[in-house]
Each structure stands twice: as C-alpha cells, then as structure tokens.
C-alpha cells in the first residue's frame, strides 16, 4: 500500500470515502470477535444455552450483511471515482 | 409405480435438465446473448459449491452432534466474503491481470513462475481433494440406500458400489463435454457454471422447504420448535472455545484455498462489481443454508429411532413422515450439491494435472519440434479430459477402499486442513514482498508433511496406515512425536492439533526460508507485481512493438496456430485497425492478444518467450523494472505514462506518413498514366489521321495499298478500342453498374480456360495445380472470374523473375468460402508497394512489359462485385495473391450495390 501523491488535507467527499474503505477493513474483525462473545457467556448463570446463542448468532449475521450490503454500495462509488481520478492524471485506461 | 423408480427417474430428468441447460448457456454464450450469464447474481451462486453434500446432509449431522458448533464451517467464509476489501479485491485483480489459471499456478506465478512449486501444490491439491470427492459419491449412494430401505417392495438393495461408479461416470462426461470447451482456462466455462447456478437454487429450496416442513409441519411453529430445542439434548451451549475459533479459521483459510473455490472465486471471476454484490450475497445465501440446520437435527433427534444416521436426517425425515415428494426433492438438493462440486472440483483439479505436470513432461520429452508442428493445442486437451477422468476415478478408488465408513463430516475438516497449507504462501505473496520461493516451498511442504502425518494418515483408522504402536508410543518409541499429541500436546481435538501444528511449523518455516533466501530477478519481478497489484494501472508486461516486423510475426503464427487460425487472427486485427490485408500495426494491444492467443496453444510462458524473440526485448519492460524499484516507482510512472503517450503518438504519425506516402504515390502515378495515356491514346490516333488522310487525298491507290492502310487503321482502333475497353470496364465496376451473368461450373474446367488463355504454360513458365483440390462446383460470375485469374496467371508469366518460373496454384474450402492461392517463385512485391498494387494505374518498377496498369484495379473491383476479396499475401516464397469467393450465390451483393 503506497501512498497516493495526492494533496495531504482531502476533500470532505473523499475524506468520507476513505473512511468508509476503513469501515470495511475493521468490519471482518469486529465480526470474528462478536462471533466469539457467547464463548464468554458460557460457564455464566445467565447463560440461556443454544437457543440463546442461535438467536444472537443469527442476528449479528443479519446485521453483518446489512452493513456489509450498504458499505460495498457506497465503496462502488468511491472505487469508480478513484480509477477515473487516477487514469485522468496518468492518462492510462485502468485495468 | 414405487418410490424408488420415481427417484430414478426424477434423478435421471434431473440430470438431463442438467445437460440441457449447461448446452443452452454454451449456446447462448456462442451467440453472443451471454450478458445475463456474466451477472453479479450467477458469480454468487457459483460461489455456493463450498456447500457440498457435506453442508447438505453433514450439517445436519454435525449440529446432531455438537449442537451449534456446525455454524463455524459458515462463519468463516462469511467473515472473509464480508472482508472483501482485505483479500478477495486483491486476489482478484492479480488472478486477472496474470491470467493466472488455477492457485497452484497463482504460487508459482507468484515466486517466479517455479513449476516445483506448482507440481507440490497440484500434488497435494489431488491429495487432499480426493477424499473429498468420494465423501460426495458416498453421500448419493447413502441417501438412495435411504430411499430403498423404506421401499417394501424393493427386492433387492440397490448395489452401493454400482450407483457410485455410475455417478462418477456420468459427472466425468459432462465435465469432460461442458468443461473442456475450450483450451484457455481463462474463458469462462457458461455452460458449467450456468449449470451451477441453477443446482445452487435448487439445494437452497430444498433445504429451506425441508425446514419449513420440519418447523411448521412437525413442531408447529417457531415457538414451539424453540421449546423443543430448549428440551432436547442440544440445549446447552457446549461448544469449546479452542474449536468454535479453530474450525472458523479453518473455514475461512480453506475458503480462499480450496481449489474449487479458487475457480470459481479467481479464475472465474470477471468484474470487481460482481465481487461487491458477492460480499452480502453470499453470506445471505451461507445464513438461510444454515438457518434449519439445529431445528431439524433436534426433530430428528426426537422423532426417529435412536439409531438412526444424524447425516441423513434431511432425507428421513420427510420420507418417516411419508412426504415423498418432500423427500425426493430433498434427495435432488443433496444430488446437486454433490455434483456441483464434483465438477468444479474435476475441472480445477485437472487443469492444474495438465498444467503443470502432463504438458511440460509431454513437451520434456517431445521436444520443441512438437510445438512447431501445431498439434500443441490437442493434446493438451486431451490431458486435461484424460485428467479430469483419473480425478473422478481416483476419488472412486477412494471410496472403493475407505468403504464409506466415517461419518462425513470428518473428511471434509480433514481436506480443509490440507488446503490450508497453501495459505501462508499465498497470503505472503500477496502481502509481503519479502517472501521468496525457498521460504513458499519449505512452507508448504513441511506443512504437508505434519498434515499427512498427525491427520490424513490416522484418518483411516488405527493400523490402517500408520500401526498402533506409532499412534500409542510414537516413531521409534519418542512420546513427543506420537501423530495426535506432538510436543507432549495431549489431550486436544484431531483436527485442531493437526491445524495448530501444521501451520504453525508452516508459517515459520515459510517466513525463516524467505529472510535466509535471496530471490532471483523475475521472482522479486513478480512479488512486486502481485504486491503492488492496485498501484499500477494497465496490464503488467506490455509490449512496444515499434521495431516488430508482423511479417515475422504472421510467419512464427501460422507453424504454431495453424495458417487458417494465424491468418484470420491477423486480418481481423488488421481490419480493426483500418488496415487492409493481413498484415496489422504491431501495436502494444494486437501484440498481448497475440500472445494471449499463442499461450492457449503452447502455454503462457512459452508464447511470451516467442514474441519476445521477434518483438526483442521487452520481456521485462522498463515499467517493470520500475515497479521493483521502491517509491521512485511511483515518481516515475507519470513519465512512462508519458513515454507511452508518445510511443503512442509516433506510430499514429506513422500511420499517417504512410497514408500520405501513399497518396503521393498515387499522385505521380496518375500524372505518370496520363502522360502514358495521351501518348498510348496519341500513338494510334496518329497512325490512324495519317494513313486515313492518304487513303482520302490519294486516289490512285492499287487495291493491295488501300487493303494494306484499311488493315492498319483497323488494327489501330481495335488496340485503341482495348484501352477504351478497359478504362470503360473499370469504370462500371467501380460504379456498380454491372451485370453479373451467372452460371455454373467447376473450378477446374475454369482454371484450365484460364491457363489457356493467359498462354498456357511452357517457355520457361510452368504452372502447378492440384487437381483433386479444385473438384468445387462454383455458381458465379464464371467469365469475370476467368478475367481475373488470367490477369494473375499472365502477371506471374510477365513479371517472375525465376529461372524456371513456377506459378503454384492451390484451392481449397475454408468454411463456405472457396481459397484460391496463386504463389510464385519470384522475388515477390516489396512491402512498401503492398499498399499500391490494387490502386488503377500502379506498376511495379519502371514497366518492362506492356500494360497501362489497370489489370489488379479491375480484379479487385471484379472480386467485390462477386462478393469475395483478392489480397496480397505476405510470408510467401515470393509474389503471392489470395482470392476469397463465398461458395454460395445468394450471398452476392445485390446489383449496383455499391
């Protein structure tokens, strides 16, 4: 990953998007570490058993597709945006 | 009419649907309607094959089992599809900017195309996916077995190992029909995938109606199947922690490693765009796979007897309850779930088998004169059907041998854990430019190694393979190397001390090899390509063809391709680029999809070697050498940019030099004609005033001198007539006025016509045809065509310059085209006067014989008005023209068409 020479402040718009590239690198982790929380609830009182642990599972994976749904819709945009900045100043068509 | 028929015969329906949407897609795809096959919907369900029968069936087995702990096989592949940006986007674009056709061929493209390393992957790609395939074969004689043990009038149980082979056989034949299409593993096979995506829809179906049924039908809805889950034996959460995390990593490395799925994911894959729709799609898809998964397995668990199989639940459940329809179709989603990935797998497996180690053994032992004579392109078919046959065969022989005893899901978490072998490899490659092939190569292979050891090998059962005493004490009596407990680590789960280890030892080894190695050149070449794959726009490795000679081009094209292939490849790059004839600019683009062309005959790294030899040396161009140096790289790029743009300009500008030599050229040949025309228009008019005048103002002529001046003033107008003649007729054709009089003949009888009329052969000038060629029955114009093969045939007889002149003439059939070739032995038309022989009033040097230069002008007018073509034809032994005629009369344009 190099750093593009581009100016150092971003625009509002870019800055966004950029933000949201990150959002989509730090969601896979947050979603390994919430799948693992019902391996901390297990010895507990609380502990509601598989039931329990089904309904949690399959709820964050429902939140999981939203959320990774709604970033790679908005990360086509960015994408497209960054290939045509980029081939307009290196004037190459982008693979 | 029993169940077990109808099973028969629903599966038998089934499979012809199967052929017969895999042949529709190909169809399609050949006709050009195949936008719908490229969409981001079909990429994700052929995305589905990681839920092999294991996922339909096993699943269930495993929650049975161990409750929710199944979920993790689905968890992993979630998490990688969801981190999209991470891995998949890169891999992606360096599987398609590399043309990489398989993972063993990514590792060793990676590490400077290594085919050791290769051959290791392959090997134990096969290795680890065999088994794999014969627990698919397993799971569809297990679930007909099911069926036949409820049927009571069933006589005899269907033999196990019969339905098995039958299966493998008929899996072999439609992946050998729809997946060996075509050579280049980089087209992408629409009819299997098409086939793909519909068995992904209908296990999915399958699943979710059995689990509807099981939810609402047995339980009465989903409160109630809750409670039952509460009581039954699942309802503690029991899973441990090193597993629940251990089998999600596991999922998730063998996801991005396993050979199907790298097809499929990789090798498949067309957009980026389809990538981003994948990324919710298919863990939607993993979700609603899984989503009945524990609430059937409780029910089953309730309802049937305690000794039933937890794998077949899907199917004994629906069939206890006397739903047959349910249960057979049921049976169609385990059915599709074992096909699909049998196939995937098969042709995965047996690309990477001929890639790396049938042909570059075959081309070992054979010798470059095999890849000169252009059998290439069969038998490297022909390896990968013979491969993709011994791979179903091999996976048959399996389960022959294993006996189908364990329960399924164990071999399916053992193959994982030898795909994932490949991981640090890979990923290292990706992401680390450090990493060297020495450091791939221990990696892989001391992780092999503990893999066969401490899992694959114990698999089969005490004293199958390894004895009992090597399993109890260890080799040689050392406890710390017992095969399930290494390092004294007792007491843990195969499968996760087998992973722990192996990758563990891999991964050190990989990157202890990597720091102590020193790369060679195209390895640190490649690294930084496949590191800094989003850095540089374009393909890597262009081609500047400035100094190439397509003449040389065309010549090295036609030994390997074919002349037919070569040549139509050529013309219609040149009629891409506005150029006539057979000979295209050498530009940077028709140059890669030349290569790209040659390597689906003898390979990439072999096509690239050629043009570089021709093209000369830009095999490492400086853009990739700027790649390898660091940040300057990035400096730099914009003045490559630059330095393109202008290569760019300088050939355009040669182009239009060209153009313009041309048109000059015409230019002074114009003037120069019609100087030559007065005069040739002067000489007989002269003649003809002159001996008139005498004829008029001498009135005492003897009869002989008026005869005598009367023939000369005849014979004048008749040559001054010809010109006329000739001048008119070229005329008309160029306008389009002319009448075509059709009619039938052979070819032969035409060119002897011809041949007698051009002045037959004899004086030095000898002509050689084929007879039994030229049997072809013609429906044309036959005296226009007559005209111009009496103006090649004289023009050979005036203008070669061989002692003896030997005009070749050869015919022959290319499609519903007749070719007709007319080669001399002569020292053939400079390239410079290509462009102009066509042009009216062009000869070729300072005319020796006769002619006012009209004759080509006027085949080539004649050769369109029949709607065929004439060219020249470089790459010959001397002057060579090529005429093309469509077979069939009722393609002839229609009349003044023009």
Known sequence: ??????????????????????????????????????????????????????IYVFGLWTVLILASAILSRHLRLDESERENWHSARTGADGE | MTVLNLLILVCLSYVVLLFGVAFAADRAALAGRASWLRSSVVYTLSLSIYCTAWTFYGAVGFAARS???????????????????????????????????????LISSRYGKSNLLA???????????????????QSVTLSFAAFAETDPTATTLPDMQSTALWVAAGLALFTILFGTRNLDANERHHGVVMAIAMEAVVKLFALLAVGVFVVWGLSGGIGPTLERIEASALARFEVSGGRWIGLTMLSAMAFLTLPRMFQVLVVENEADEHLRTAAWAFPSYLMLMSLFVVPIAVV???????????????????????????????????????TSMVIVAAIALSTMVSNHVVMPLWLHYSGMAAVVSGDVRNVALMTRRLSIAGVLFLGYVYFRVSGGGTALAAIGLIAFVGVAQFLPALMGGLFWRGATRTG??????????????????????????????????????????????????????PVIHALMWSLLLNVAAFILGSLLSFP???????????????????????????MAQSEDLLTMAQRIMGAREAQALFADAARRQGVAGYLPEPSPDFLQELERALAGSVGAATAHAMIGQIVGGAAVSVEDLMAVADETAQIMEYSIQLEAQSQELART??????????????????????????????TPMTSIRAFSEILRDNQDLTPEEQSKYASIIHDETVRLTRLLDDLLDLSVLENGQVDLNIQTGTLEALLDRSVRAAGGDGDGFRIRRVRADEQVELTTDLDRL??????????????????????????????????????????????????????????????RASGAGLGLAICREIMERLGGDIAYLPGQKGGAFRVTLPLDAGRLPARGAA
Not at chain 1, 18 to 46: E, H, N
Not at chain 2, 96 to 101: A, H, P
Not at chain 2, 664 to 681: G, M, N
Request: charged share 15%; with cysteine.
């Open chain 1, 1 to 54: 990953m190099s750093p593009e020479r581009g100016p150092l402040f971003l625009a509002r718009r870019s800055y966004r998007r950029r933000r949201l590239a990150d959002a989509a690198r730090v969601l896979p982790i947050l979603g390994a570490i919430l799948f693992c929380l019902p391996l901390v609830w297990k010895g507990t009182a609380a502990a509601g058993g598989t039931v329990q642990a089904m």
């Open chain 2, 67 to 105: 409750g929710l702990e199944f979920v993790t096989i689905y968890l992993g592949p979630t998490l990688v599809m969801i981190g999209w940006w991470w891995t998949l986007r890169r891999l992606v674009r360096v599987g398609r900017s590399q043309r990489i056709t398989s993972i063993a061929d």
């Open chain 2, 119 to 137: 051959v290791l992957v392959t090997v134990l790609a096969v290795v680890a996916t065999t088994p794999y395939i014969a627990l698919q074969l």
């Open chain 2, 300 to 338: 089953g668990l309730d309802m049937l007897p305690a000794g039933a199989n937890p794998d077949l639940f899907v199917l004994t459940l629906p069939l206890m309850e006397g739903r047959d329809g349910l249960a057979i179709l049921s049976f169609l989603g385990g059915f599709s779930s074992a």
């Open chain 2, 440 to 493: 791939a190569l221990a990696g892989v292979l001391l992780g092999a190694a503990i893999w066969l050891y401490s899992l694959f090998l114990p698999s089969f059962g005490a004293s199958a393979l390894l004895p009992q005493a090597v399993l109890d004490q260890g080799p040689w009596g050392l406890g710390w190397l017992r095969p399930q407990a290494l390092f004294g680590a007792e007491g843990m789960d």
């Open chain 2, 520 to 546: 060679q050149p195209l390895e640190r070449l490649q690294g930084a390509q496949f590191v800094n794959a989003f850095d540089q726009p374009g393909a890597p490795g262009g081609w500047s063809g400035g």
């Open chain 2, 653 to 682: 500008a040669r182009q239009l030099r060209q153009a313009n030599e041309t048109l000059t050229q015409i230019s002074v040949q114009k003037d120069a004609f019609l100087s030559q025309i007065s005069h040739e228009l002067r």
């Open chain 2, 786 to 847: 007559a005209q111009v093969f009496i103006n090649l045939i004289s023009n050979a007889r005036k203008y070669c310059d061989a002692k003896p002149a030997i005009l070749e003439i050869r015919a022959r059939l290319a499609e519903d085209r007749l070719v007709v070739d007319f080669v001399d032995n002569g020292s053939g038309i400079p390239t410079d006067k290509h462009a102009v022989i066509f042009e009216k009033f062009s000869r070729i040097g300072q005319t």
